[in-house]
C-alpha cells in the first residue's frame, strides 16, 4: 500500500536528502540522453574494453540501436527520477531503494551499450536482480513477495534461453564479440534458425510476450509506481532491444549475410497479433488500475512485434522499402510506449498514492481534487489508444499501413497472415479505447466512492513536473513524427539503411509516403472544431447569464456512489460477447430479512479464467511436481542402492560412447 506516513524532523531531512539524490540521478539521466543523441544524430560510435582477467573482457560500444534506446531511457529516467523525488519522500526507508534504484538505471543503460557476450549477461542479469529486489522492497506486502518470486522464476528461465542461444553463437564463431559474431554466422546454416528460437523465447520473456507474460501482471502493480513506470516503460523493452539486436543484427538480411527464414517473421507476427489482443483483453476486465496498465503493456509489445515480424517477412520477399517502413514502425511505437505508458504509471501512482487503494471501485472523482493529475493521465489514456494528435496514433498508423501493404508479398499464405495481422491491430485499438475509457471515466470522474477519495489531495510539484513533461513529449512526437523518423533512420542496422527521408511534418519512405496524414492538418482541424463548439453558442446564443444546478436525479435528494456505473459493469457486455475467451467465472450470495421478498444484502463476484496459467502453466506444474515426487523416491538412504545408480550411469556411459 502506497500511503504516507507521520513526518518528524528526521523524516523531513532524510526525505529531503532522497529527493536531492533523485533530482542528481535525474542530471545524470539528462547528461547521457544528450550524448547519446548526439552519437546518433552524428554518427559517432565509440568502444571501450575492461578487462576482467587474461582471456575475459567487458565491451561496451555506443552510437546506432544502443543510443537510440540509451535516448529512451534517458527521457523516461529523467522523469521518473524528477517524478522520484516527491513520490518517495515519504517512504520508510528510502535508502535500500534509492540504491537499488540508481543500480537498476545504470544496468539498463550498460544492456543498450553492451558490444560482447560477458558485459551483456553481467548487465542483464543486474538489471533483473536490482528490478527483483525493488519489486519485494516492501517486506511486509505478501503480494509483493509473491510476485517478485514469480518475476525471479520467469526472468532466470528467460535468461537461460539467452545464455543457450550465446552459447551456439560462441560455438559457431569462436568470438564473445557482438562485431566477429556478426561476421562468422553468416554460413552458418540452420544454428542461425536455432539461435533466433532460443533468443525469441529468452528476450520475449522479458518483454511480456503471450505465454510468457504471467509475471508482467503481477510484479508491476506490486512494485512502486515510479519503479513500475521504467519496468513496463524501458525495462521490457530490453527485451524487444535482444530481439531485434539478433534477428537484425546479429543474423538479420544485409551486409553479405543472407536473408532470414520466412517462417520467423510469420513466428513474430503470430506472437505479436496474439499478445496484443489477448493482452488488451484482459486489461479490460481488470479493476486493479495497476495491472489494467500492465496487461496494456503486453498488448503494446504485441504491436511492436507486428512491425518486427511485418519487416522480417518484407524483407524475405525482397521489399527492402515496406521492411524500413515496418521495422520504423516498431521502434517508433518503442518510443511512444515508453512516454505514454511511464506517463499512465506516474499518474495510476498518484492516485494510488492519494487514495491508498489500486481498486478503481474505490475511487472515482479525482479530477476534482487532482486535476493536473487526472489531465495528465487523460492525454496518457488519449495517446495509448491512438487518437490524434498525439503519439500513438501515428505509430500504430505505420504499423497498420507496413501490414497493409502485405498484400504486395508474394505467397497467399503470407498475405493471409498480415491482413489478419491489421485486423487483430484494429480490433486492439477499439478494445484499448474501451479499456482507458473506463480508467479513466471510473478513477476519475463522477463522485468519489469511497472516504479516502474524497479527501485526495493533488501531488506535489516534482511529482506532475514528471508527467507534465512526458505529456508534452505525448503532443510533440505526435504532431512532429518527421524528426522521430529521422532520429530512427539514423539508426545502423540493414533493413533501415537509406530507405527513411526527413520531413519534419510528415516523412517519406523511399517515396512512400504518409498517404496523406499529416498530423499539424489533423491537429490544425481539430484546433478549428474546438474552437467552433466554444464560439458557436456564443454567437448563436448571445451573452446571457449562466446558470449552475445539479443535473437532473430522477427526484433523489442527492446522487450516490451506488448509482454510478462499476468498472464490472462497464465491460460485463464485452464480457459476454467473448465468453467463449474469457470463461467468466460468477458466484452471488444473498441474504435475506425475509426469504425471498426481502433481501439485507447482494454480493456479487465474477472472474475471468486466465487462460495461459489455466491450460499451460498448471498442467506444467503438475508435471514437474510430479518428476520431483518420483526423484525423491529415489532417495533412500541406502548406500547399495546408491553404488548401485554410479555403476549403472558408468554401464550407460560406456555402451553411448563406445
Not at 318 to 336: E, I
Not at 347 to 370: D, F, I, P, Q, Y
Amino acid at each position: 500500500m502506497e500511503t504516507d506516513r507521520p513526518e518528524t524532523a528526521s523524516s523531513r531531512i532524510t526525505g529531503k536528502l532522497s529527493s536531492a539524490c533523485y533530482l542528481l540521478y535525474a542530471a545524470g539521466c539528462l547528461f547521457t540522453g544528450i550524448l547519446s543523441l548526439r552519437d546518433l544524430l552524428l554518427g559517432y560510435s565509440w568502444y571501450i574494453s575492461l578487462p576482467l582477467s587474461g582471456v575475459l573482457t567487458l565491451s561496451f560500444r555506443g552510437g546506432g540501436l544502443s543510443a537510440y534506446f540509451v535516448i529512451i531511457l534517458s527521457l523516461l529516467g529523467f522523469c521518473v527520477s524528477v517524478y522520484s523525488a516527491g513520490y518517495a519522500r515519504h517512504s520508510r526507508s528510502p535508502w535500500p531503494a534509492l540504491l537499488l534504484y540508481g543500480i537498476f538505471v545504470s544496468s539498463m543503460c550498460a544492456v543498450f551499450y553492451s558490444a560482447n557476450i560477458p558485459a551483456f549477461l553481467i548487465s542483464w542479469e543486474t538489471m533483473s536482480l536490482s528490478s527483483y529486489f525493488l519489486v519485494v522492497s516492501d517486506a511486509k506486502n505478501i503480494e509483493a513477495s509473491r510476485a517478485g518470486l514469480l518475476y525471479g522464476v520467469m526472468t532466470h528461465i528467460g535468461t537461460a534461453f539467452i545464455i543457450a542461444a550465446f552459447m551456439v553463437m560462441f560455438f559457431a564463431t569462436g568470438s564473445l564479440e557482438f562485431s566477429a559474431i556478426r561476421a562468422g554466422l553468416g554460413s552458418a546454416g540452420e544454428l542461425r534458425s536455432v539461435i533466433f528460437v532460443l533468443a525469441l523465447i529468452g528476450f520475449g520473456t522479458k518483454a511480456g510476450v503471450i505465454p510468457l507474460h504471467t509475471w508482467l501482471p503481477k510484479a508491476h502493480p506490486a512494485a512502486p509506481s515510479n519503479v513500475s513506470a521504467l519496468m513496463s516503460g524501458i525495462m521490457i523493452k530490453s527485451g524487444i532491444y535482444g530481439i531485434i539486436l539478433v534477428s537484425f543484427d546479429i543474423l538479420g538480411a544485409g551486409a553479405g549475410q543472407p536473408a532470414a527464414p520466412l517462417w520467423w517473421g510469420v513466428a513474430a507476427l503470430s506472437a505479436g497479433a496474439v499478445s496484443s489482443v489477448m493482452g488488451i483483453m484482459h486489461a479490460l476486465m481488470e479493476r486493479d488500475i495497476k495491472r489494467l496498465l500492465a496487461y496494456s503493456s503486453v498488448e503494446n509489445v504485441g504491436i511492436i512485434l507486428l512491425g518486427i515480424g511485418a519487416s522480417m517477412i518484407f524483407s524475405f520477399n525482397n521489399l527492402p522499402v515496406f521492411a524500413g517502413l515496418a521495422l520504423a514502425a516498431a521502434l517508433y511505437h518503442v518510443f511512444n510506449h515508453a512516454i505514454f505508458k511511464g506517463l499512465l504509471f506516474m499518474g495510476a501512482g498518484s492516485a494510488v498514492h492519494a487514495t491508498g487503494t489500486k481498486n478503481m471501485e474505490e475511487m472515482g472523482g479525482l479530477v476534482k481534487r487532482m486535476p493536473w493529475t487526472g489531465l495528465f493521465f487523460l492525454i496518457g489514456s488519449v495517446a495509448i489508444c491512438a487518437l490524434p494528435p498525439f503519439n500513438g496514433f501515428m505509430s500504430e498508423w505505420l504499423t497498420f499501413q507496413s501490414l497493409i501493404v502485405g498484400i504486395k508479398t508474394a505467397a497467399v499464405l503470407t498475405k493471409t497472415f498480415m491482413l489478419l495481422s491489421g485486423a487483430a491491430l484494429a480490433l486492439t485499438g477499439a478494445l484499448a479505447a474501451s479499456s482507458f475509457v473506463k480508467a479513466f471515466g471510473i478513477s476519475f470522474l463522477g463522485v468519489s466512492r469511497s472516504g479516502k477519495a474524497a479527501g485526495a489531495k493533488e501531488s506535489p510539484f516534482s511529482m506532475l513536473a514528471g508527467m507534465g513533461v512526458l505529456s508534452v513529449f505525448c503532443l510533440l512526437a505526435g504532431i512532429f513524427p518527421g524528426y522521430m523518423l529521422r532520429l530512427i533512420s539514423d539508426i545502423s542496422l540493414p533493413a533501415l539503411g537509406g530507405l527513411l527521408q526527413f520531413a519534419p511534418n510528415g516523412f517519406v519512405v523511399s517515396g512512400v509516403s504518409s498517404s496523406g496524414v499529416l498530423p499539424m492538418a489533423v491537429l490544425g482541424t481539430m484546433l478549428a472544431g474546438a474552437a467552433f463548439v466554444f464560439i458557436f453558442p456564443l454567437v448563436a446564443g448571445g451573452r446571457k447569464k449562466s446558470i449552475c444546478a445539479d443535473p437532473w436525479d430522477c427526484g433523489i435528494r442527492r446522487l450516490t456512489p451506488r448509482m454510478q456505473y462499476t468498472a464490472t459493469a462497464f465491460t460485463h457486455p464485452l464480457r459476454r460477447i467473448f465468453k467463449k475467451i474469457y470463461k467468466p467465472r460468477k458466484e452471488v450470495r444473498i441474504e435475506y430479512i425475509v426469504k425471498p421478498f426481502f433481501t439485507r444484502e447482494i454480493e456479487y463476484r465474477s472472474e475471468i479464467t486466465p487462460l495461459a496459467e489455466t491450460y499451460f502453466y498448471r498442467p506444467l506444474t503438475r508435471a514437474l511436481h510430479d518428476i520431483a515426487h518420483f526423484a525423491r523416491r529415489l532417495q533412500s538412504g541406502n548406500l547399495q542402492l546408491y553404488l548401485g545408480y554410479i555403476l549403472g550411469t558408468l554401464v550407460v556411459l560406456l555402451v553411448v560412447w563406445g
